[in-house]
């Protein structure tokens, strides 16, 4: 930047999934206190500016909009589209983050027990992992602000319902569906015959979290220092609600 006077970026939290999972829902309850009536199929990428902090006496919950006590740390919550025709929205504004300091992939653990609702969300999470991972082990990238690891929070939404999958399920039914999505992206690769020590860096870097092995995990990303956390919660209805995400986010910004 050639003005030293130069403006600031705040640290920024992109808020991605599938459509319908509740994203602009969270957005609207964490920006004004309440949860809209009604919403509509997002088609842009929108941002609004929240504040959150670690050590006020409401530091738990996003209504400390008028708390004064400690201090407060301004970022910009993303919200982007998650139709499928409109991901590349999604994946170009994720890769436009100057400042990308978490991401909160949002699934509805409501509809995660059909396999017509699994498949799509852990084949999006699949990307987006791989996003992740790239952008650390890259070494080309000289950039370091790029190559600072980012935590993923899979918020499970709709925990209000009664068909509502409890997070731990949430978890392994992601991981064994991530675990199937490697094998079949790999499958040309595994068939070829060619020991694993064989291939190239190529292959390599295709290949989300440990290489070579049969299962995935979460816990694998942490080989690239990304963790995955996975908590359950709602935005409408009865249940914990979304504080749990909010202190999640207010401590990684
Ligand atoms: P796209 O913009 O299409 O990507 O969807 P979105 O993820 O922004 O979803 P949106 O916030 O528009 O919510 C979709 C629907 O889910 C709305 O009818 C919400 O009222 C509903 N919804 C959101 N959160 C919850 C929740 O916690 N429980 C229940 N039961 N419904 C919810
Ligand atoms: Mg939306």
């Not at 959150?52 to 740390?73: L, V």
Request: proline residues 4%.
């Amino acid at each position: 930047l050639s003005n030293s006077t130069s403006y600031i970026i705040h640290p920024q939290v992109v808020l991605i999934g599938p459509d319908g999972v509740g994203k602009t829902s969270l957005m609207t309850l964490f920006e004004r206190g309440d949860s809209p009536s009604q919403t509509h199929t997002s088609q842009k990428s929108h941002s609004v500016e929240l504040n959150a902090s670690t050590d006020s006496s409401s530091k738990y919950s996003y209504k400390n909009h008028e708390d004064t006590t400690g201090t407060h740390t301004k970022f910009l919550l993303i919200d982007t589209p998650g139709h499928g025709k409109l991901r590349n929205v999604a994946m170009e504004r994720l890769n436009r983050c100057e400042r990308l300091k978490a991401i909160v992939f949002m699934v509805d653990a409501a509809a995660l027990g059909e396999p017509e609702s699994l498949a799509p969300t852990a084949s999006y999470l699949y990307d987006i992992l791989l996003f992740l991972q790239k952008r650390v082990s890259d070494k080309s990238n000289n950039n370091k602000k790029n190559n600072t690891p980012v935590p993923v929070l899979i918020a499970a939404n709709k925990v209000d319902l009664f068909t509502a999958l409890p997070s731990t399920l949430v978890k392994t039914n992601l991981e064994a569906e991530l675990s199937r999505i490697r094998s079949s992206r790999s499958k040309g690769l595994l068939d070829s015959g060619v020991g694993i020590d064989d291939v190239d860096s190529e292959e390599q870097d295709a290949w989300l979290g440990e290489y070579g092995s049969e299962k995935f995990s979460f816990k694998q990303m942490q080989e690239f220092e990304i963790d995955v956390d996975v908590l359950p919660g709602n935005v409408t209805g009865d249940g914990p609600g979304a504080e749990k995400w909010w202190w999640w986010i207010a401590q990684r910004i």
